[in-house]
């Protein structure tokens, strides 16, 4: 390291590489994607090909919509821990409903409690300032009890996925998930909205001086609100979508994937304290996780090894990604 | 007394209605006494040391998702260690998952302070690192507890010339849990430590302007996070007799003990007494609820109103507060 900095030329170099990573944090995160599937194809030669990577995308998807909600309640300088409890909320419902209604009646049904909890959770947040965390996990066990409850009331009538959900949350048509016909719109949606909009913008307003933009004349109780509904929203649609993809309707449904959705927003390079970060590499940190999975289930080992590993990996991918976000 | 009342008004608040609710127990289950409020205590153990374990996070301005992993990991590495050993050996056993417990805790600071990413997701990391790390330890639930430690937490205390009528309604398990928080806590709020970690916790660069080393009270304070945690792992398995993998649902309490405690996310204030009044309220209102022949799933839903409310009520409190001076 003392000669690379001793001569003159790659001085500026290294310099120049570190601003490039800096002024573009996509690319070192793609870079570790394409390493990380370098070394799954390295371990088990041939495993990358059509149908490997539509399983990837197929699964990623979900995780993707999950973080979503983390990256744009995190740009408030916030978070919702209740994705996972509205997500399966959604799921239990539509396969539940299903049997006796017809599936978009039973879809708007199944969507009837995110919107519920999402407007609790930003009435809380925003208007008596509830930290994010406590009031998305208050009403996450809230709606656990619900659910339980529920599923007293419908266990004898039986459950039953609507093929639509199938189709979207299995199906392949030339090759492509058909998630994808759900995923991409909705994902070009948020990068718009967070891009172009007024709303966006004042996302990030309000994430990087809550009194500025409180000064500024933004009414920060109808934006938080307006948020926590948009985020309980999207893991209602990713519930739907889930249980489409796993067909195994269970009171844990997405719970799993709650802890690795923050983690997916926040190798994606979106601040947990606000004002910072994007939808772009929310993405890419989706598909790094779950191609990461793969890679530790291929590898021959335990459960408790695989699990060491997953997180000593996220903790050093930020820390890598925040060291040359940073680095300016 | 106007002026103790005024400062831990929080905290007498809780404590009557802690009382209120054991009144509420006895009018509705007349039977309720003392072996009802033995097992209480009992089952609240575990709980009011995840709870103490997450109060020094967030007094330190951090906050401690590990908390829960860490004491399965400290409870399937004592259960591991008693299994098959004789009763003597626990003597060390204790003192070594104590300090194994420290040293993960100092491990989640130095992590904190080296790759300078938010204490949230270090130890959302460390969540899944602890958690695989037990399940190396022992793949299924196993292991054993010496029959002393099983029996420290049993019953009620005997202290010979007083009355049994007093005795019977302090059980062991009450002084178990006041003595070690209090050998612990007692003395590090009152060292050069405590104050530096409520400093840290109320503004980090007024702290580090003053001159309190920063980075070194951060590793401390979740060090001693991780004491505590080590002390609920012992706690769980002493009080089923083994040591299991998977984390029960103390993260969740531990943080909503915390709030209702009146200890600020966000840290400098509060103190260790209102977190554990309050994990001693929230489940006494869930075995309410279940004197109540409340159907257990409605419970949750009941505990999570409560917690809400009670959150939403005290912001609302702190709001209008800091609007009228």
């Not at chain 1, 599937?37 to 088990?44: G, V």
């Not at chain 2, 951090?62 to 590495?77: E, Q």
């Amino acid at each position: 390291m003392s000669v690379t900095t001793a001569s003159p030329q790659s001085a500026p170099m290294r310099k120049r590489v570190t601003r490039f990573m800096s002024d573009y944090p996509l690319v070192p995160l793609i870079a570790l994607l394409f390493i990380l599937i370098l070394i799954l194809q390295i371990m088990s030669p041939g495993i990358i090909n059509e149908r490997w990577m539509a399983n990837t995308v197929k699964f990623a998807i979900p995780l993707a919509i999950l973080a979503a909600c983390q990256t744009l309640t995190m740009l408030t300088g916030g978070i919702d821990l209740s994705v996972g409890t509205v997500a399966t909320m959604a799921g239990f419902i539509v396969v539940t409903q299903s049997v006796n209604h017809d599936p978009a009646v039973a879809m708007l049904i199944a969507l009837a409690p995110a919107i519920i909890i999402g407007f609790v959770n930003g009435i809380g947040v925003g208007v008596f300032r509830v930290h994010p965390l406590i009031m998305t996990l208050g009403t996450s066990l809230i709606g656990v009890g619900c659910l339980q409850v529920y599923q007293r009331t419908v266990i004898a009538g039986g459950t039953k996925v609507p093929d639509f959900l199938n189709w979207l949350g299995t199906g392949v048509s030339y090759g492509l998930p058909n998630a994808l016909l759900l995923f991409v719109p909705l994902a070009a949606l948020i990068i718009y909205m967070l891009r172009s909009t007024g709303f966006g913008r004042l996302l990030y307003a309000v994430g990087d001086n809550e009194n500025a933009a409180r000064l500024a004349g933004v009414h920060y109780w109808q934006v938080i609100t307006a948020l926590y509904i948009l985020s309980s929203v999207l893991a209602g649609i990713m519930g739907l979508l889930y249980m489409g993809l796993i067909k195994a309707p269970s009171l844990s449904l997405a719970e799993p994937l709650v802890l690795p959705s923050v983690a997916a927003a926040v190798i994606g390079g979106t601040s947990i304290f606000g004002g910072r970060g994007g939808y772009t590499g929310t993405m890419v940190g989706a598909v790094i996780l779950t191609v990461l999975t793969t890679l530790l289930t291929i590898l021959q080992m335990p459960e408790g090894a695989r699990r060491i590993l997953f997180g000593l990996i996220v903790l050093l991918v930020t820390a890598a990604y925040l060291r040359i976000v940073e680095d300016r | 007394m106007m002026r103790l009342l005024r400062r831990e008004g929080w905290v007498v608040g809780l404590l009557v209605l802690f009382i209120v609710l054991l009144i509420v127990a006895k009018l509705i289950q007349p039977n309720y006494g003392a072996n009802d409020f033995i097992s209480l205590v009992r089952a609240v153990l575990p709980f009011a040391f995840a709870v103490a374990a997450q109060t020094v996070a967030v007094i330190a301005g951090g906050i401690d998702l590990s908390v829960g992993s860490m004491m399965a990991l400290t409870s399937v590495i004592a259960a591991s260690l008693m299994n098959g050993a004789s009763e003597s050996y626990a003597l060390f056993v204790v003192p070594f998952v104590l300090l194994v417990g420290f040293g993960l805790g100092a491990f989640n600071g130095l992590m904190i302070v080296v790759t300078r990413v938010p204490d949230i997701v270090v130890t959302l990391a460390m969540l899944f690192v602890f958690q695989g790390a037990a399940l190396l330890v022992l793949q299924a639930p196993g292991g054993a507890s010496a029959e002393w430690l099983k029996n420290l937490i049993v019953g009620p205390i005997s202290i010979p010339g007083v009355p049994v009528v007093v005795t019977a309604f302090i059980p062991n398990a009450l002084i178990v849990l006041a003595i070690a928080l209090c050998a612990v806590w007692l003395p590090l709020k009152r060292s050069h430590l405590g104050l530096s970690i409520y400093a840290i916790g109320s503004h980090e660069l007024a702290a580090f302007r003053s001159g309190v080393p920063v980075a070194r009270t951060k590793i401390l304070a979740y060090a001693f996070s991780g004491l505590f945690a080590a002390m609920g792992g012992l706690a769980l398995t002493m009080s089923t007799g083994i040591g299991a993998p998977i984390p029960g649902p103390y993260l969740l309490a531990s943080v909503a003990a915390v709030v209702l405690g009146g200890v600020t996310l966000g840290g400098g204030k509060g103190g260790l007494m209102g977190p554990i009044v309050a994990v001693f309220v929230l489940r006494l209102v869930r075995t309410i609820l279940t004197l109540l022949a409340v159907d257990p799933n409605v419970t949750a839903i009941f505990e999570g109103t409560i917690m809400v409310s009670v959150v939403m009520l005290g912001a609302y409190l702190a709001m209008r507060g800091s609007r009228m001076p």
